[in-house]
Nanobody, 116 residues
Framework: QVQLVESGGGLVQAGGSHRLSCAAS????????MGWFRQVPGKEREFVVA????????YSADSVKGRFTISRDNAKNTVYLQMNSLKPEDTAVYYC?????????WGQGTQVTVSS
């Protein structure tokens, strides 16, 4: 059974930094482009950042460009999201998935709340 488990969420002050982790199990994701997505109540889930399987190329939404960095450790089947210069509008539930996403792989997500 494939599982993607996000962790590391919490309450952060605006301007601060935080790191999320996504651990994959059930299959190896080392050959997949992986991404982070986020969702706030009442809005659609949106793309945040993605990283190719080799780690050589990354893609970011304009709203987080220059502030968020995605990385991966294929040996650990884990993807990370480093978030810097956080803003209240970054408050959301954060999810990881393949990119493009596969519906069957959505996990529970992890809540990040940025206080002003």
């Amino acid at each position: 059974q494939v599982q993607l488990v996000e962790s590391g969420g919490g309450l952060v002050q605006a301007g601060g930094s935080h790191r999320l982790s996504c651990a994959a199990s059930g299959r190896t994701f080392s050959r997949y482009t992986m991404g982070w997505f986020r969702q706030v109540p009442g809005k659609e889930r949106e793309f945040v950042v993605a990283i190719k399987w080799s780690g050589g190329s990354t893609y970011s939404a304009d709203s987080v460009k220059g502030r968020f960095t995605i990385s991966r450790d294929n040996a650990k089947n884990t993807v990370y999201l480093q978030m810097n210069s956080l803003k209240p509008e970054d408050t959301a539930v954060y999810y990881c998935n393949t990119f493009p996403f596969l519906s069957a792989y959505w996990g529970q997500g992890t809540q990040v709340t940025v206080s002003s």
